[in-house]
């Protein structure tokens, strides 16, 4: 065993609050998780991201549970890991899938942890990419791990690791931890993919601990937007009507004063 998230003015605050977050180092509204899982504000070698900071989301194996967070057909190793799912959110054929993530892994050679982000939709699970531990190369996509999915793009598309032990809070004991030559983190990576069929979608991500539960790994994600305009919760049909007869009301109000 090793050691070492008045009046018509009223409403449309209130219906911005349906669809946002609110609050610092909070996850976005509703953002649900398994095992380790959160938001956080920019610390050790994760710092803000490039747009819509400065704190993030994440998912960690710090917390994790057993068999939660492997995909599908790769549980060879698998020990323990969490998942993060986004709201549902609606888009069109065509429209830009963006958003920011970062791989931190105090994990080495020989424990090949590893993070993902699938897209899940109406045509099923599409798997945008994995990040894996690695002693030398690109961590994306995943050694022995599912390639970029179609119309993914990578910026920058070099993904290596900046070795050295992470100091990430996430980490849980981990922070400030190495095994072994492929530890570190590879700072902010750009996503963007674009949608092949309209619908109503959600982001997942998960991380795994592969050979053992020693040394965690994790993905901070952050930005997730549809053409520029971040993802926002797809209404419940009685919010709709309760806030449209709101919004008819005040009218009515106005049209009687005038």
């Keep these: 065993m090793r050691f070492s998230g008045t009046g018509l003015a009223t409403l449309a605050a209130a219906f911005v609050a349906l669809t946002t977050s609110a609050g ?3 996850l976005p509204m509703g953002w649900t998780g398994v095992g380790g899982y959160g938001a956080a504000s920019p610390n050790g070698v994760v710092t803000a991201p490039p747009a819509y900071g400065p704190d993030y989301a994440y998912v960690t194996t710090a917390g994790g549970i057993d068999g939660v967070g492997s995909l599908a057909g790769y549980t060879t190793g698998t020990k323990n890991g969490s998942t993060l799912t986004t709201n549902g ?10 958003f920011y993530f970062n791989y931190v892994t105090s994990d080495g050679s020989g424990f090949p942890d590893y993070a993902w982000a ?3 939709g109406p045509g099923g699970t599409d798997i945008l990419f994995t990040a894996r531990t690695v002693p030398q190369g690109d961590t994306v996509p995943g050694q022995d791990l599912p390639g970029l999915a179609a119309g993914v793009t990578l910026s920058p598309g070099s993904t290596a690791i900046i070795g050295g032990a992470p100091d990430w809070t996430p980490l849980g004991v981990s922070t400030g931890s190495c095994w072994d030559v492929g530890c570190g983190y590879t700072g902010w990576i750009l996503m963007t993919y674009t949608i092949a069929d309209a619908g109503t979608y959600q982001l997942e991500f998960g991380a795994t601990n592969t050979n053992d539960k020693d040394f965690n790994s994790g993905m901070a994600i952050a930005g997730a937007t549809i053409n520029n305009v971040p993802i926002s919760p797809v209404p419940e049909p009685a919010t709709l009507a309760l806030l449209g007869a709101g919004l008819a009301g005040l009218g009515a109000v106005r049209r009687r004063k005038a």
């Design 24 to 26: 610092a180092a909070t």
């Design 89 to 98: 959110f609606a888009a069109n054929a065509g429209d830009t899938l963006a």
């Design 118 to 120: 699938a897209l899940l």
